[in-house]
């Protein structure tokens, strides 16, 4: 199990950039699938990208594809989502998740995990973290 702590957020108007650091605190030098979620304002929390550990490899939502980048720095043991073009519906609250992939099963298992996105998928959440995108 590792604590995972996130940084960065804040509030920023349309077409924004903002970058939010996961910062871990445990050893995730094994395979982990490592998520980020969000919650709007009324609406349910949905995934907004995951990153492999393992492979590097990284599926995006729709909705912020092209907007949104996942990164590692394995020194600093900090995972970013750096956020560009901002928009309203961007608002929300941040989390970042963590899984370990014990038996290295890849992407495809993080990627079942992540679009569940249940609590009990990933056994390691941040507090959460807000962003505030106004118009």
């Known amino acids: 199990r590792v604590q995972l702590v996130e940084f960065g957020g804040g509030s920023v108007q349309a077409g924004g950039s903002l970058t939010l650091r996961c910062v871990v605190n445990?050893?995730?030098?094994?395979?982990?699938?490592m998520a980020w979620f969000r919650q709007g304002p009324g609406k349910e929390r949905e995934g907004v990208g995951l990153?492999?550990?393992?492979?590097?490899?990284?599926i995006y939502a729709d909705s912020v594809k092209g907007r949104f980048t996942i990164s590692q720095d394995s020194a600093k043991n900090t995972l970013y989502l750096q956020m560009n073009s901002l928009t309203p519906e961007d608002t929300g609250l941040y989390y970042c998740?963590?899984?370990?992939?014990?038996?290295?099963?890849?992407?495809?298992?993080?990627?079942?995990?992540?679009?569940?996105?249940?609590?009990?998928?990933?056994?390691?959440w941040g507090q959460g973290i807000q962003v505030t995108v106004s118009s």
């Open positions: 998740a963590a899984e370990e992939d014990d038996y290295n099963r890849g992407s495809g298992y993080c990627y079942n995990l992540f679009v569940r996105g249940e609590d009990a998928d990933f056994g390691d």
């Open positions: 445990g050893d995730i030098s094994s395979s982990h699938c």
């Open positions: 990153f492999h550990t393992g492979s590097g490899s990284t």
